[in-house]
């Protein structure tokens, strides 16, 4: 089953982060106020770090995921 | 869906015609979210409320911390497909759990959404305001009762007194974080603030009871405005 996460702010990186993790197929896909943009990238698992070193995670490749706003509980 | 919540409408528009028979998982803060997918008759859509904190801290890197399992629950589908969305979606790293009661989760949380979003940005301070100053919980308190009262009469059974408690245990844990509302603000972007303050003030007003929630609306207001002044600079 393939996962398509929409939002590629701070939690839905480290979602993808988490499940590619665990060896789950996800795309990240960015979206824009109008509609969903083409651009998506899957995720590499040799970008990541252990996800108990601090409990920070590197995120999916940049370019395309600008840093975005915090999603705070 | 991660995306923020005001993309709702033309992400159910788009996704219509390109996966709408797939299961689509909100996590998004805020009351009302789901209504774009439920409008679309979208089969199946649950909804998740985060108990985590994620910030961007560089281009490269982001700093996650989760403060308990977060919860999925039905806003249309089948307990199956429920559990099954869960597996899918649960890891080590980023926990999820089946709720049956998803809307008292998601109305507390709303609650005290509305309160870290319009006042923080208002004051343009940290989450740790309301267990630092007085003042500031005594506002809160207030906003707090006017909403509960309003989720009481939408049939969801939350104590005032149990939101002012995780509010103050959330004051305390993110102390020295900002708002997602205040930062959104101080980048110029939009807020997500019609889905919390104006969300419970509409539901209010449906129940014939806008006077009852005036302090909530009045904050909501200001904290649209102060968003509406920081784009059009």
Same mark, same amino acid.
């Given at each position: 089953?393939?996962?398509?996460?929409? *939002?590629?702010?701070?939690?839905?990186?480290?979602l993808a982060?988490?499940l590619?993790?665990?060896?789950?197929?996800?795309?990240?896909?960015?979206?824009?106020?109008?509609?969903?943009?083409?651009?998506?990238?899957?995720?590499?698992s040799?970008?990541?770090?252990?996800?108990?070193?601090?409990?920070?995670?590197?995120?999916?490749?940049?370019?395309?995921?600008?840093?975005s706003?915090?999603s %705070?509980? | 869906?991660?995306?923020?919540? /005001?993309?709702?409408?033309? !992400?159910?528009?788009t %996704?219509?015609?390109k996966?709408?028979?797939?299961?689509?998982?909100?996590?998004?803060?805020?009351?009302?979210?789901?209504?774009?997918?439920? &409008?679309r &008759?979208?089969?199946?859509?649950?909804r998740?409320? !985060?108990?985590?904190?994620?910030?961007?801290?560089s281009?490269?890197?982001?700093? /996650?911390k989760?403060?308990?399992?977060?919860?999925?629950?039905?806003?249309k589908g089948?307990?199956?497909?429920?559990?099954?969305?869960?597996?899918?979606?649960?890891?080590?790293? /980023?926990? /999820?759990?089946?709720?049956?009661?998803?809307?008292?989760v998601?109305?507390?949380?709303?609650?005290i959404?509305?309160?870290?979003?319009?006042?923080?940005?208002?004051?343009?301070i &940290?989450n740790?305001?309301?267990?630092?100053?007085?003042?500031?919980?005594?506002?809160?308190?207030?906003?707090?009762?006017?909403?509960?009262?309003?989720?009481?009469?939408?049939?969801?059974? !939350?104590?005032?007194?149990?939101?002012v408690?995780?509010?103050?245990?959330?004051?305390?844990?993110? &102390? *020295?974080q900002l708002?997602?509302?205040?930062?959104?603000i101080?980048?110029?972007r939009?807020?997500?603030?019609?889905?919390?303050?104006?969300?419970?003030?509409?539901?209010?007003?449906? %129940?014939?009871?806008?006077?009852?929630?005036?302090?909530?609306?009045? !904050?909501?207001?200001?904290?649209?405005?102060?968003?509406?002044?920081?784009?059009?600079?």
């Amino acid at each position: 089953m393939k996962i398509f996460i929409i *939002g590629a702010g701070a939690i839905g990186k480290t979602l993808a982060v988490a499940l590619k993790l665990s060896d789950k197929n996800v795309v990240l896909v960015r979206e824009a106020l109008t509609t969903v943009r083409v651009r998506s990238k899957k995720l590499k698992s040799s970008r990541t770090t252990a996800p108990n070193s601090k409990r920070r995670l590197k995120s999916a490749p940049s370019a395309a995921f600008p840093p975005s706003t915090a999603s %705070l509980f | 869906m991660t995306n923020k919540s /005001f993309g709702n409408d033309n !992400l159910a528009r788009t %996704l219509e015609a390109k996966a709408k028979n797939s299961p689509v998982v909100i996590l998004q803060n805020g009351l009302g979210v789901e209504r774009p997918f439920i &409008d679309r &008759d979208f089969p199946e859509v649950f909804r998740c409320v !985060l108990f985590v904190t994620s910030q961007m801290i560089s281009a490269n890197q982001i700093g /996650f911390k989760p403060v308990t399992i977060s919860p999925i629950g039905i806003i249309k589908g089948s307990k199956a497909n429920l559990q099954l969305v869960v597996e899918q979606l649960n890891s080590p790293v /980023f926990q /999820f759990k089946a709720e049956t009661d998803i809307q008292t989760v998601i109305w507390t949380k709303a609650i005290i959404n509305s309160v870290f979003n319009s006042i923080c940005p208002l004051l343009e301070i &940290d989450n740790g305001i309301f267990h630092r100053e007085a003042q500031a919980l005594d506002i809160a308190k207030r906003v707090i009762a006017e909403c509960a009262a309003i989720a009481k009469e939408n049939g969801i059974d !939350l104590e005032a007194d149990e939101v002012v408690e995780r509010l103050l245990l959330i004051s305390k844990s993110s &102390d *020295g974080q900002l708002i997602s509302t205040l930062q959104d603000i101080n980048n110029k972007r939009p807020t997500e603030i019609e889905t919390l303050n104006f969300e419970i003030v509409n539901i209010a007003r449906i %129940l014939n009871k806008g006077n009852a929630v005036a302090e909530t609306k009045l !904050l909501g207001e200001l904290t649209r405005l102060k968003s509406e002044l920081s784009r059009s600079d």
